[in-house]
């Protein structure tokens, strides 16, 4: 018996945004069991950095090479092989007995989790129609995805809690074959004839700068900023971001298009988001170490504290899309990366009192969420 139009989508729809719980997932249920991951696979903390950086690395260097590859190739087909790679190396995170295999396991699995993201809006813009259906879709996707980053730390907290840390990674593999399940029986598949080319040296050049920046801010406190292995780092990092530009200004069909600059309304996001990224985001590995290792809070209840940091990100971009349909982006993002920076102090206020705890943190916690959920959305 065949499915109607509507079902499929309807089963299509669950996929997608069960891909999406599972990227969200593995951005803020980790850092919770940081402190944990640091004790019994016997690391230390630029093992734990490493073990977020490696995913969060991985996936942002992929979408745009992974977007030309869907195109040319089959979005479907493409989902369907990340959803595979994304559920082994799932498996291979759970079953990791020391830090090395574990950062290498994530960071394939962020290669993988970039994979679907990508293929997430591309099969959602082709399987719903224009207008109030596709508005839909993407709302409930955006909602799941809001939840996964939103509901993270209390849900790695009380895996760890009741069985133990292998879990928080083996949990995405039975997930993955259910969304496995609904993909082969509902999406369709969809592909551009005019897909440009696949631009490798961008891609390698790009991937290698990225890295080679996040190395030199992880490694250098101990290498010592200015020591030969710090500032060759920092050199190799420039000159492959120099040759990025330069073949992406050369190539014919390059993987970004910087004329887009041209454009302030993007500029001013594109930069917001920068801001924001490089402020917020660190803190969801530092935070949980702070509350285990600094307050003594057991894993559930440093999730429980570190939900006040997160779930305004699920809270407040539909009011953040309303502000700026009013007052327009250039004037909502700067006043997001405000808030954020009011949190951070509040924060820093907070954590300075010989009785610091979840509830002086609590203000800026909040502050700061809401500041990420005003620039998110935009």
Not at 113 to 121: F, N
Not at 328 to 355: A, Y
């Amino acid at each position: 018996m065949s499915l109607s139009h509507s079902s499929k989508n309807i089963i299509a729809l669950a996929a997608i945004c069960l891909s999406a719980l599972m990227f969200g997932l593995e951005i803020s249920s980790v850092p919770v069991i940081l402190p944990t991951l640091e004790k019994v696979l016997h690391g230390n903390l630029k093992d734990m950095q490493w073990i977020m950086n490696a995913y969060t690395i991985a996936s942002t260097t992929v979408l745009m090479a992974v977007g030309t590859l869907a195109d040319r190739y089959g979005r479907r087909r493409i989902f369907i092989i990340s959803l595979v790679l994304f559920g082994i190396t799932s498996l291979i995170c759970g079953l990791a007995q020391s830090t090395s295999v574990l950062i290498v396991s994530r960071f394939l699995q962020g290669v993988s989790a970039g994979a679907m993201l990508i293929c997430q809006i591309a099969i959602l813009s082709h399987q719903f129609q224009e207008g109030k259906e596709r508005s839909k879709a993407f709302g409930a996707w955006g909602i799941v995805f809001g939840i996964g980053l939103g509901f993270g730390p209390i849900i790695g907290g009380m895996i760890v809690a009741v069985s133990n840390w292998h879990w928080v990674f083996l949990v995405h593999v039975p997930l993955t074959i259910l969304t496995l399940i609904f993909v082969l029986g509902s999406v369709e598949e969809s592909s551009d004839p005019q897909a440009k080319k696949l631009d490798i040296i961008g891609i390698v050049t790009l991937s290698l700068t990225v890295f080679g920046l996040a190395y030199f801010i992880t490694q250098g406190p101990e290498l010592g900023f200015t020591s030969i292995a710090a500032i060759s780092t920092l050199v190799a990092t420039a000159t492959c971001f120099i040759i990025f530009l330069i073949v992406e200004k050369l190539s014919t069909h390059p993987m970004f298009d910087f004329s887009v600059f041209r454009i302030r309304n993007f500029s001013v996001a594109l930069f917001g988001s920068v801001g924001m990224n490089f402020s917020f985001w660190p803190f969801m590995i530092y935070l949980p170490i702070y509350f285990q290792s600094g307050l003594g809070y057991g894993i559930v209840a440093a999730g429980l504290s570190l939900l006040a940091y997160t779930l305004p990100t699920l809270v407040i971009p539909p009011l953040a899309e309303r502000l700026s349909l009013r007052y327009q982006p250039r004037i909502v993002i700067p006043s997001g990366l405000f808030i954020i920076g009011m949190g951070f102090i509040l924060m820093k206020f907070g954590s300075d009192g010989d009785h610091a705890s979840w509830l002086t943190m609590l203000p800026g916690s909040l502050l700061a969420g809401i500041g990420l959920g005003l620039t998110t959305r935009l």
